[in-house]
T-cell receptor, first 116, second 112 residues
Framework: AQSVAQPEDQVNVAEGNPLTVKCTYS??????LFWYVQYPNRGLQFLLK??????LVKGSYGFEAEFNKSQTSFHLKKPSALVSDSALYFCAVRDWNTGTASKLTFGTGTRLQVTL | DAGVTQSPTHLIKTRGQQVTLRCSPI?????VSWYQQVLGQGPQFIFQ???????GRGNFPDRFSARQFPNYSSELNVNALLLGDSALYLC???????????FGPGTRLTVL
């Protein structure tokens, strides 16, 4: 079965410092990987995805993610955190065991807290 | 352009009742998926519809059903509500040839 793991429930970082939110994956096919962000009482907002190609993927709002096949990881990064980045972040993988359905399997989420 | 829209925003029901949630995809998107997000967890896949046909179903009981209309909007129905059905129900749409799903704001269902 496809799965992703987010080992940290919460990440704390000071504004202006770099941030990393960790994600590891387990898939039996090609790893289509995604990051989404969720603000309070809101739906999920797409940040970026890895399908194929360069291991460093750039996304919205200055976020990027590094795909590492040998470590089966897809960590989300940002060089300089903003207080407004404080939110819940989800890593997700496309599940290939659903026939023709394009199903996403999500991690449990990591709460990012950026302080002044 | 308008994103994915969902209605209603909030809903309160009692156990045993039935509920219908609605979703309108991004214009041009023919695929709609439904997810359930229980507080403190990641979203769980319920259904996907494409061109009005069910493409996939998650591990949910038959009390959950859905359909897609000719204009690609969708409804999710839940019968015989249980307390455990209390959650944020998310709808997502995606365009042809892409795996990127764009989510709506969700409907928060509370079952008392």
């Amino acid at each position: 079965a496809q799965s992703v793991a987010q080992p940290e429930d919460q990440v704390n970082v000071a504004e202006g410092n770099p941030l990393t939110v960790k994600c590891t994956y387990s898939v039996s096919g090609n790893p289509y990987l995604f990051w989404y962000v969720q603000y309070p009482n809101r739906g999920l907002q797409f940040l970026l995805k890895y399908i194929t190609g360069d291991n460093l993927v750039k996304g919205s709002y200055g976020f990027e993610a590094e795909f590492n096949k040998s470590q089966t990881s897809f960590h989300l990064k940002k060089p300089s955190a903003l207080v407004s980045d404080s939110a819940l972040y989800f890593c997700a993988v496309r599940d290939w065991n659903t026939g023709t359905a394009s199903k996403l399997t999500f991690g449990t989420g990591t709460r990012l807290q950026v302080t002044l | 352009d308008a994103g994915v829209t969902q209605s209603p925003t909030h809903l309160i029901k009692t156990r045993g009742q039935q509920v219908t949630l609605r979703c309108s995809p991004i214009s041009g998107h023919k695929s709609v998926s439904w997810y359930q997000q229980v507080l403190g967890q990641g979203p769980q896949f319920i259904f996907q519809y494409y061109e009005k046909e069910e493409r996939g179903r998650g591990n949910f009981p038959d009390r959950f059903s859905a359909r897609q209309f000719p204009n690609y909007s969708s409804e999710l129905n839940v019968n015989a509500l249980l307390l455990g059905d209390s959650a944020l129900y998310l709808c997502a749409s995606s365009g042809q040839g892409t795996d990127t799903q764009y989510f709506g704001p969700g409907t928060r269902l509370t079952v008392l």
